[in-house]
Structures are given as structure tokens and as C-alpha cells.
């Protein structure tokens, strides 16, 4: 039986915990695990009860009980959690982080020289079991282990592994973007609003061209350009369309946002 912690019950570790808990590795015969976690705050530990989930006391507690520990905790609460858990991490310890633009050469200076440290990005359709998430691991964190974590994740969704030297750029591109997506839709809903279209209508239509649009992407085979232009008939109502997007400069406002996201990433990491 493998222990796995997670030190934060917010709205990405509750993620984590529900993708596993209806996992194989919650339910299969070979890789099963046990959960743990613990959070300051009891209302978050409150919806864990339907998924057999060991509750601590404290985070060194858990750090204690558990092989793999899960930051789950924004960054500017990390250094408190590690200063809580360092004595009891070890070298058989695999500590588990989702904190944005965290370096796990900074969580091995904080905890043991040495830790093995995974570094995650993960994004919230986690909770639905559509989940994006990149992942790194230090060097001394073994295939076995590793693979573990990747089995995690890859219970909720999607995942690709990454050189850890760009995990703060990869933010602005799934860790972020859902965001930056949800944006781009409202903008979209709000003109069908002064148009006088059915907002259920509008919503349905429009998720759903997300979603498809997103398949075509991964599975059409097509590039991006091709897929713009299997769209875009000659004269018709999505070349206009397009040319205000090129007009509004939408390709180096998305760039200025990400570059922006990148930026503040590194200034946490400090």
C-alpha cells in the first residue's frame, strides 16, 4: 500500500483527491493506494468525506505518515508548510509540488539536501476529470516513482512531461489558460446577450464548438493554419470575422498575456 498526502484541500487538491479516489489506483488490485490530507481550514476537509480519505492533524504529521507529500498550497503559503514538514522529510520521501513557478532546488534547500522533488502544473478541469497537467521530476527521483505521480494525474485527465527548466513558462498553457479560455467565451457570450440569442442556446452552441474545435485540433490530423482555413470560405462570414481579430492584433495580445503569466511566475520563484 503506497501513502499519498496532500498538505491543502482547496479547489486543486480536492481535484487530485476525487480524480484518484475513482481511479485503479484507488480501486485496482495491483497499485493501490491510501490518501491523506490536511488543511487549516475544516470545511475544506469536510468534502473529502465520501472519498476515503485519512484526515491528519498537522502537516509534519502527514510528511510522516507518507511516502508521496502533495503541495497543494498557493505559493505564498509554502514556506510556512515546509518549515513545518523539513524534519520530516527523508530520503525515501517524494515531495509533490503544484506551487506555481516553485523550483525544486528551492524546496530541497528548504526541507533536505537531496529531496526528491516532482514539480506539477496542473489546471482545474482536474475536478471534472478533464485535466491538463505538465510535470518535471528532479534526478533522483526514480522511474517507479515518477511513474506513480504521472498515473495520478493522468487519472484526471491528460498529461505531458516537460524539461523542468520550463515548467514556469508551461503555466501560461494549461496551467493559466483555462482562464484566458473562459474570457474569450464570455466575450463571445456577451455578444449573443446583445443580439438577443437564448443564453442556455449561446452557452450550448458555443462549449460545445470549444470542445470540437479542441478534437479537431488533436485528431483531425490537420495543422492549425489548415484547420483556419477549412473554415474560412472565400468572401464569407468567418474571413470578416478573422480580419477584425488580425485588425485587434489578437495573436500579440495573446502573447503579451502569456509573456505576462511567465513573468509573474519567476517573480514567485524568488
Known sequence: MTDIGFIGAGNMGFAIIKGISKS????????????????????????????????CASAAELAKKCKYVVLAVKPQQLDDVLA????????????VSICAGITDEYISSKTMPGAKVILVMPNTPLLLGEGATALSRSENVSDDEFSLVCKIFGSS?????????????????????????????KAFLNYAESAGINNDAAKKLFAQSLIGSAKMITDSGYSIDELIEMVSSKGGTTIAGL?????????????????ACTKRAYELSK
Do not use: H, W
Open 243 to 259: 480580419e477584425k481579430l488580425y485588425e485587434g492584433g489578437l495573436s500579440e495580445t495573446v502573447k503579451s498575456c502569456c509573456e
Open 157 to 185: 485527465g491528460e498529461y505531458a512531461v516537460i524539461s523542468k527548466d520550463k515548467m514556469k513558462e508551461i503555466i501560461a498553457i494549461n496551467g493559466s489558460s483555462p482562464a484566458f479560455i473562459y474570457l474569450y467565451a
Open 84 to 95: 513545518e514538514i523539513a524534519e520530516s522529510i527523508t530520503e525515501n520521501s517524494v515531495i
Open 24 to 55: 485503479e489506483l484507488c480501486k485496482g488490485t495491483e497499485n493501490n493506494v491510501s490518501l491523506f490530507a490536511y488543511d487549516k481550514d475544516p470545511q475544506k476537509l469536510g468534502r473529502l468525506d465520501e472519498y476515503n480519505v485519512s484526515l
